[in-house]
């Protein structure tokens, strides 16, 4: 019993640190994106869809 309270500890401080490091990842690469997003032509999200029909 004891030795599954550990266990589920350490998973739970693994899963802390895994995601603090995701988030400052993500705040690392936020200008980036934001570029990446400007550099794309407007076309690609606003050509609605294809109204189609005969």
Do not use: C, D, N, W
Request: glycine share 14%; charged share 10%.
């Amino acid at each position: 019993m004891a030795s599954t309270m550990v266990a589920v500890g350490l998973t739970i401080a693994a899963a802390g640190f895994a995601g603090r490091y995701v988030l400052q990842a993500v705040k690392h690469m936020e200008p980036q994106v934001k570029q990446v997003f400007q550099s794309l032509p407007k076309s690609a999200f606003s050509g609605g869809y294809y109204r189609g029909g005969g």
